[in-house]
Every structure is written in C-alpha cells, then in structure tokens.
C-alpha cells in the first residue's frame, strides 16, 4: 500500500527553541524549508536579529535559511501541507503546546523531549494521545545527541519510535542526511522510558564523579543502571532489545559520560555540597532527570521493581540524604545473581 504520507517532508517547524530545538532546526536547514519557533518572542526577535540562539547555543550561528518566528500561526501553517511538527518543549511543558495545537488539527507530529509527565506518571507518547487522541500519526525522536555537537554538524545517530509505518519512513527519508543517521522502531514505551531513566542515571554517575569515585565505580552504575532501564520498561510494555540499542545504551552512556550533559552536571553539583535551587540556576537549561526521579521512584515502588539507584538519587534530592549515602547504601546492598 503506498504511504500516505509525502517522501521527504519539505516543510519542517520545530516548537521550541531551546538548545535541542535549535540545534536540530539548524542541522535540518541545510535540506528543508525550516521555521524555528519560540514562545519567549523577545528571545525569537534577538536570536532572528543576532542570528544566533545566546542563550541556549552562544557561538553558533543559525544559517540565514532558517526562518526564526514567534508567530505561532506562520510556524503550524508552515507545516500544515508536506510538513512535519517537531514538538522540543521539555516534558513539562508538552501537555499544553499540544493543547495549543488541537486546534489546527495537526497532520504529522514527533517530540524530542524525555521524561514523565509529572502529575499524570503518563510517558510523552500518552500525553500526545491523551490531548490530541489516536487518529494523528506521532512519534518520538530519541537517542544519544548532545545539542552543542549537533549545532556543530557532528554526528549522531538517532531513533524515530512511532506505531505509524508511514511516519516512521517519512521521519527518517527527511531527517536521516548529512551527519544524521536515523534508526527506526516501533516501541515508543521502550524508547521513552530508555530516555526518561538515564537522566535519574546521569545525575547518579555526576555524584559518583564528583566524589571522585573513579571509572570503576562509573562503569557499574552505568552497567546496573542499564538493568534499572530495562526492569521499568518491560514491566510497562517495552521490548527487551529496545534497552540494549540507542536509546537505552546509547543514551545512557553518553548522558553519564558526557561533560555536555546537564544531568551530570547536576550529580556534580551535588557532589561539591551545592543546594539544588542554585545548580539548576547555573545551569540555565531544564534538566528532566530532576524531576523525573519522584516519578520514577513512585512508579517502581507502586509495581515493586527493584531500581535502588534511582531511589537513592531521588532520597538526594528529595528527601535531604547526603550524596556519601549514595554509595554506602548501594554497597551495603545484599549480593546477588547479575542478572537478578
């Protein structure tokens, strides 16, 4: 049956313009008709004069091909014939630019962001569902890429997860290019919670870091953090193979390893004794592994899986314990089978 859908799609806006967003509208110029749009307008208006987005990506210029907007009306036409919706607002934010959207009846829509919808426990695939209903082809784009790499037109390889056949092919046929490699599957719980936990991770591994633990003790909270991913996700319907590709893996080693990664910064942070409130400050971006701990810790205890890294660094931050707690507690653990 032939798609429904165009083969490329020429017409790309992307909903928010944060690093993420900006980055990727700034890779996908170079081959689409792209418009960029931003609910600050005074930040759309300095990054259109400035050419350049200085507060989330200093340095690196937007290409004069990129059309910078806060019309939100120009930004979803844009898109409304052979065109694709890109939605990069954080998980927070995701339930009402869907809400803004419903009435423009949207035709095709992935999301960038990663996380739990923080009242509702819903994955951004549910939250989707829940606002704009099942009869849209959606997806969610996910994998290991740092912003700043992707801006600087680096390579990543990243996957496209959406139940829509012809979503899947059209998403990867108009971003897979240059230094983009697109993967694809049809497991969106799998690959959303893949990208939901490894934030918890990331600032885990910051802690571990920042304390000076050494790669020892990053590899195995990589490793057993890896099995966290994996309990939650199958016990919410994801597949098993999903948590061993880019968007389990991947992610994970990249946001644990990576001096790029804000959830790591945050578990650094941590580390040297600073509050919360001022590392967030610091760092000027959302970091979605902070607010993703409660959920997630709320989630497991609620279907009894074993994820003791994920509660320790929710005690952190939640509950007053002391970063050494981390380690004393996840030592002090029974031993057992490795696959266990």
Same mark, same amino acid.
């Given at each position: ?67 910078? $907007?806060? /019309? ?7 898109? %409304? *014939?052979?065109?694709? #919706?890109?939605? =990069? &607002?954080?998980? !927070? ?91 694809? $599957?049809? /497991? ?7 990208? %939901? *936990?490894?934030?918890? #991770?990331?600032? =885990? &591994?910051?802690? !571990? ?102 509660? %320790? *660094?929710?005690?952190? #931050? ?23």
């Amino acid at each position: 049956m032939p798609s429904h859908i165009p083969l490329p799609l020429t017409n790309i806006t992307i909903l928010g313009a944060g690093a993420w967003g900006t980055a990727l509208a700034i890779a996908l110029a170079e081959r689409h008709q792209v418009v960029l749009w931003g609910r600050d307008a005074e930040l759309v208006r300095d990054s259109a004069a400035r050419r350049e987005n200085f507060r989330y990506l200093p340095g690196i210029l937007l290409p004069d091909t990129l059309d910078v $907007s806060a /019309d939100f009306d120009h930004a979803v036409a844009h898109a %409304a *014939v052979n065109g694709l #919706l890109i939605a =990069a &607002a954080p998980v !927070a934010g995701l339930r009402s630019l869907m809400e803004r959207l419903k009435p423009y009846a949207p035709a095709n829509i992935i999301w960038l962001c990663k996380g739990f919808e923080e009242k509702t426990r819903m994955l951004p695939h549910q939250v989707v569902r829940d606002v704009l209903g099942d009869f849209i082809p959606a997806g969610t784009l996910s994998g290991p890429s740092f912003a700043q790499e992707v801006a600087r037109g680096l390579p990543c390889a990243l996957t496209i997860a959406t139940k829509s056949h012809d979503l899947r092919d059209a998403v990867v046929r108009t971003i897979h290019g240059g230094n983009i490699r697109v993967y694809s $599957s049809e /497991d969106l719980v799998g690959v959303e919670v893949g990208g %939901a *936990v490894k934030n918890i #991770l990331a600032i =885990a &591994a910051g802690i !571990a870091d920042g304390l000076g633990l050494g790669h020892n003790a990053r590899a195995a909270l990589i490793t057993r953090g890896l099995t966290e991913i994996t309990r939650l996700g199958i016990a919410l319907g994801g597949r098993p193979e999903t948590f061993m590709g880019l968007a389990g893996m991947g992610d994970l080693i990249l946001t644990c390893a990576g001096d790029l990664s804000r959830n790591r910064q945050v578990g650094l942070g941590l580390a040297q004794g600073k509050p919360l409130a001022a590392i967030v400050a610091e760092l000027g971006h959302v970091a979605e592994g902070v607010r993703c701990a409660q959920t997630v810790r709320t989630l497991a205890h609620e279907r009894g899986i074993n994820m003791p890294i994920t509660d %320790a *660094v929710a005690g952190v #931050l939640f509950d007053g314990d002391p970063v050494s707690q981390i380690v004393a507690r996840l030592l002090a653990r029974d031993p057992r089978e490795e696959s266990a």
